[in-house]
């Protein structure tokens, strides 16, 4: 059996004069509809009238006190009802739609956490947003948002520029490591001061070890560092590679078998994890979608980092 509003001689007709009718039907008046939808009573009855006419016969009673419904109105209300659901589902997923993030964002980052942090992080962003296209780009230098060369940056600074957006997402522990083939042959030192008998892998123009064993107490010369570079990522391969102890983000050693811990008890100042975003650009939708979603996984990624034991 096919309903008025299925009718084929109503194919193509317009949703709002539906729209229209329930809008009387619910207020009970020409005019109390018209209030619903912001619409002038005029224009209403118009359209009304013109679904009638569609129809074939009258939906509404008009009165002095309003508009009282047709047998044909209620039979045909139920019809009326599931296309405004109908329609309000379309209306609701075409607001997704627009809503959409959809372009390409520019990451900038250091290269360790390039390699070892943000792969993950990055992972979950194009499953949840497949239309952001990400362009990572590993560098230390927090003036390429200043100069718009990147539109987000994760930082292991503070970053003090006034024209950025930053938060701070976590405090990153530092520990004193070694390969366990190394710590095999030169056994495990069990004190700071241990580490003046053992090979030490440190940096090499960058004075940040030698200043954070003055501030221990432990002065140290760049020349007791058996092995240097400034690269972070090739740091990391040198300890790995059992050149000495080092000195790493405690989330990086999951990176690197058989790197473990030494000196549980050394107090190492932990380094801050920042998210910075030039202000100008912190209102874009595309930019603020991946700038929260960071801001939320990247810590989750820190804490589920898998536990080393330190050698004992």
Known sequence: MTSALTDPRLDGFDWTLVRSFLAVLDAGSMSGGAKRLGAHQPTLSRQVATLEAQLGAPLFERTGRGATPTALALAIADDARAMQEGAERLRNRLTRARATTLGDVRITTSQVAASYLLPPVLAGLQAAEPGIRVELVSSNQITNLLRREADIAVRMARPEQGSLVARKLADLPIVACAHVDYLARAGTPQSPADLFRHRLVGY?????????????????GREQFSVRTDDQLAYGRLVAAGAGVGF?????????????PVLPGMQIPPLPCWLAVHREIRGNPLIRRTFDFLAEQIPRVLAGSPEVSPQD
């Open 204 to 220: 090499d123009r960058d004075d940040a070890l030698v200043r954070g064993f003055a501030s221990a107490g432990l002065p140290i």
């Open 248 to 260: 790493l983000a405690a989330y990086n050693l999951a990176w690197l078998p058989g790197v473990v």
